[in-house]
């Protein structure tokens, strides 16, 4: 308190009495403050940089120009010369965009699928899920088909590897005996079926090869004694299927070999699945030398006037359907050349072997065959009955493709080593076995071949 009772505040220094407004605060950095740096005094607040350090601001460092005035800067410029679709177009960013946003895998996968062309995109999806369609009729068939087979001749049957790895298929056909069923002669047909069709495939990853085994060759059938081979599928039986176990007992000992598969033809789903196919191309062989008249010619089922299917080729390419493809491998007579016996036969049901894997293979058939596709999955199938599902029977294909068509090797084609045996049936040696074996698997036979008694 002031001497003089007064409890005011005392006043400032350096105001005039007279002034009561006052003073404004110093800011820090102010009169005030450069007077504290000034006199050394540290401010009660700290300046941190970029890195946490305390200190003031900090002027950014000055470069050093070059002697000649002009700066280098620090990098270097590269210059490609514009492609001439980037001279017309317009400059854009978007493909710089893209480029870095659709990086990685799932860009890539993003481009390999269309891009940004949505069109091409489900172009891709529709074709994928058109081929996923076309197996899953095939797997399906070929399981109904598989449920047909009886169960004796699967229990006859060898098993073994992956077909890929080598395994023998006996293909076999019936010549369709039966109660509505004719002969070449017009005659009913009686009993049981006898083989019309014997061949054995051997495949494998690397070979696809065929032997054709003629049905008059005379052989050792199991519990029905000595006669032509053709007759082990009618052997103690009266069903009009026959018996396909004991045709693959006879093949085994005949050649020596084990048997894996079996594929049964049915000759009206044969030739349906031909038509399928829209047709087979086959080459027909000129084997009596008249180049403007019939090579081929007779009759099947009892030919056209009763029903069944009458034939008359000429020599060169020609396309056939599936009555006529079929009449083509089963005709057993040919009036236009009688010199023909059961080995020439052999050799054309190759050729209409060939010819179908020729269609389903060939490149200029890839569009057909792909909008075709879930009905050919669908019809091939049932051409056959078969041990083998719908994932054994794709192996097979695989192997036809990879494994290439091969030669037509029919047994006992070295005539001067065929004798004539009872009945009018073929008497093979046994030398011809083996050496059909060896042409077949690459190997000797497994097994001692009998081969004609």
Excluded at 90 to 109: D, Y
Excluded at 125 to 142: D, E, R, T
Excluded at 237 to 245: E, I, Q, R, V, Y
């Amino acid at each position: 308190m002031s001497p003089a009772g007064d409890d005011r505040p005392p006043r400032q220094n350096g105001g005039s009495e007279g002034s009561d407004k006052p003073k404004k605060p110093q800011k820090p950095g102010g009169s005030g403050g450069s007077g504290d740096r000034q006199s050394g005094k540290q401010p009660d607040y700290n300046v941190y940089g970029r890195k946490g350090r305390s200190g003031g601001k900090q002027d950014p460092p000055q470069r050093s120009k070059p002697a000649g005035g002009r700066e280098k800067p620090p990098y270097r410029v590269y210059r490609s010369r514009p492609s001439l679709r980037d001279r017309v177009r317009k400059p854009s960013l978007a493909s710089i965009r893209t480029s870095s946003e659709e990086g990685g895998w799932r860009g890539r996968l993003r481009r390999m699928v269309g891009g940004r062309r949505p069109w091409l995109r489900w172009a891709l999806i529709i074709a994928a899920g058109w081929l996923l369609l076309s197996f899953i009729s095939f797997a399906v068939s070929a399981q109904i088909q598989k449920g047909k087979l009886p169960q004796s001749a699967k229990d006859a049957l060898k098993g073994g590897p992956d077909v890929l790895l080598g395994q023998n298929i006996l293909i076999l056909g019936g010549d369709r005996r039966g109660k509505t069923q004719r002969n070449a002669n017009g005659s009913e047909g009686q009993g049981p079926p006898r083989a019309d069709t014997i061949m054995v495939l051997h495949a494998s990853l690397t070979s696809f090869h065929k032997l054709s085994i003629p049905r008059d060759s005379y052989a050792a059938i199991p519990d029905c004694g000595d006669q032509k081979i053709n007759a082990s599928l009618a052997c103690n039986t009266n069903s009009p299927n026959g018996n396909p176990a004991s045709t693959i007992k006879t093949v085994e000992n005949f050649l020596g070999i084990d048997i894996n598969h079996i594929v049964i033809v049915n000759f009206d789903g044969f030739a349906e699945f031909i038509n399928t196919l829209g047709g087979v191309k086959i080459d027909v062989p000129d084997t009596n030398g008249k180049q403007d008249g019939a090579v081929v010619c007779g009759d099947v089922d009892g030919g056209k006037k009763q029903g069944g299917v009458s034939l008359k080729l000429p020599p060169g390419e020609i396309t056939l359907e599936g009555d006529k493809a079929l009449a083509y491998a089963r005709i057993r007579h040919n009036n236009c050349d009688p010199s023909e016996d059961d080995r020439d036969r052999a050799a054309r049901q190759q050729a209409v072997l060939n010819a179908i894997k020729g269609r389903l293979t060939s490149v200029t058939r890839f569009p057909y065959n792909f909008l075709k596709g879930p009905f050919i999955g669908w019809d091939a199938p049932k051409a056959f009955i078969s041990d083998m599902g719908g994932f054994t029977l794709p192996q097979v294909a695989i192997a036809a493709i990879l494994g290439g068509s091969g030669e037509t090797n029919v047994l006992g084609g070295n005539k001067s080593a065929i004798s004539s045996g009872p009945g009018g049936s073929l008497q093979i040696p046994e030398s011809e076995c083996v050496d059909a074996v060896k042409t077949l698997t690459g190997s000797d036979p497994p097994h001692d071949a009998q081969c004609s008694p």
